[in-house]
């Protein structure tokens, strides 16, 4: 089924054609969730990774409120149900240096750490009419930073640090945000999970 122009897809159905690091991304549904959507200049207001623990597909994710964690895909898919999208990981293999298990094991390492809302607040203020025209655009993503990663954050460092190549190469990944993520040529659009 298609609406909005995504394909709905049960997750019983599909379960098998979700790799470990697919990365998921999160369409909002309210007003914080609307206004972060119209920031980023696109519908996704939070990524996360679809991990594989054994048989159970997990999504990995720092969340606000919540911090790092690993919750069942089936638990999210029930809360979101339509609103969750799957975006291939390296399509076509592409970039034959990617380290896929190394991405995921980077993803899996951030369950427990605290979320970035210094972070977001940061990426946010860059998208205030005056401070657009007073600060340059952040590509270092060697400065080092202490704070904990947000959501579209933690998934641009698993591929960058544990996986070998930047999702998004001329943007730091303390700024990268769900869109981003969306328009980088390293993810691929699959099909939006409805149901379980």
Request: charged share 25%; with cysteine.
């Amino acid at each position: 089924m298609e609406t909005d122009g995504h394909t709905l897809m049960n997750l019983s159905r599909v379960v098998s054609m979700i790799d470990d690091g697919d990365l998921l991304l999160f369409r909002g549904r309210g007003f914080v969730s609307r206004l972060i959507g119209i920031a980023g200049r696109s519908d996704y207001t939070h990524a996360a990774r679809a991990v594989w623990w054994g048989d159970t597909l997990f999504c990995c994710e720092v969340r606000e409120l919540k911090g790092g964690r690993a919750v069942t895909l089936e638990s999210q898919v029930r809360r979101f149900s339509g609103l969750i999208d799957v975006f291939e990981t390296n399509p076509s293999n592409r970039w034959r240096e990617y380290d896929r298990q190394g991405a995921v094991r980077t993803m899996r390492r951030l369950a427990g750490c605290d979320y970035g809302y210094l972070g977001v607040a940061k990426a946010a203020l860059r998208h205030l009419p005056l401070w657009r025209c007073l600060i340059r655009p952040d590509m270092n993503d060697r400065r080092w930073t202490s704070q904990p990663p947000f959501c579209s954050q933690a998934c641009a460092m698993a591929d960058r640090i544990g996986g070998g190549v930047d999702p998004v190469p001329h943007l730091a990944d303390r700024v990268t945000e769900p869109a981003d993520l969306a328009r980088s040529p390293f993810y691929r659009y699959r099909f939006a999970l409805a149901g379980v």
